[in-house]
């Protein structure tokens, strides 16, 4: 049998004027597997998750989503799809608790709005609160102010605020920059704890993280795929080294 496919692009091409941010990119990404893009500065990496989430339209290919075609629709019926990623910083309230913060996330999945309802649905939203505030490590926090807290653990409740949706396919960009060794630890042990339920890609510039999530590497480089592989054929690979160490300047 087949594997199962957690995200595949075909031909995914994305301009910014001159500039080809996202060069024909084809890749199919196995489910069960973390699957991380890495690649210098400016790679296109953000971009093409931009792409995948539907914050861009690209300008020619495809995406699909566990085999769904999800290309050019809004970021809503993308996360209908299964598809989410971590939110921005500012996406979580400062004043509000990690639980209330998780709790709008997991109301505004759901879609529960009116103030009417029945009681049997406040506790099934209850429940579901507290089982992503324990997924991500952060129920001796639970009623803590967001802006209170570490900024390791902001990325940890933005975690939970992607979980909120219910992905079947999580993205995450960058997802331990900024953060001090000790942080770095607490939120790879908590990634590889997700991504044994949810098919997880990351974009990653932290190797060593890299390494240790990610059985499957893409490497971009200006736009395009340089090369492919499990971590031990990648940082064997002479042309990735190339592209991270810089061409030689012998050639002006
Ligand atoms: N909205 C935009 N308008 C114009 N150019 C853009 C835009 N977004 C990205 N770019 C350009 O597209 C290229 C790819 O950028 P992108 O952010 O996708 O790279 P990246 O691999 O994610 O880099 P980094 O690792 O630094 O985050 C860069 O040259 C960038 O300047």
Do not use: W
């Amino acid at each position: 049998m087949e594997p199962a496919i957690a995200l595949e692009t075909r031909g995914l091409t994305k301009r910014f004027g001159g500039l080809v941010a996202v060069d024909g990119v084809s890749f199919s990404l196995r489910s069960g597997r973390v699957n991380a893009i890495i690649g210098p500065n400016g790679a296109g990496k953000t971009t093409l998750f931009n792409l995948v989430t539907g914050e861009l339209r690209p300008d020619d290919g495809e995406v699909l989503a566990a085999g769904v075609p999800i290309t050019g629709l809004p970021p809503h019926r993308i996360v209908r799809e299964g598809v989410s990623r971590t939110l921005q910083i500012k996406s979580v309230f400062g004043g509000l608790t990690v639980a209330d913060n998780v709790r709008a996330a997991v109301m505004a999945h759901q879609g529960i709005r009116s103030a009417f309802r029945p009681a049997a649905s406040y506790r099934a939203v209850g429940e579901r609160v507290d089982a992503l505030i324990d997924e991500v490590g952060l129920a001796r926090h639970r009623d803590r102010k967001a802006s209170a807290l570490s900024y390791g653990d902001v990325a940890l409740l933005e975690l939970a605020l992607a979980l909120a949706a219910e992905p079947k396919l999580l993205l995450l960009d960058e997802p331990v920059c900024g953060m001090g060794p000790e942080e770095t630890e607490r939120a790879v042990a908590r990634i590889r704890a997700v991504a044994s339920k949810v098919d997880v890609v990351i974009i990653e510039h932290d190797m060593e993280v890299v390494f240790s999530l990610a059985s499957h590497i893409v490497v971009m480089a200006s736009g395009a795929i340089l090369a492919e592989g499990t971590p031990d054929e990648i940082s064997r690979d002479p042309r990735v080294q190339e592209a991270y160490l810089g061409a030689p300047e012998d050639d002006e």
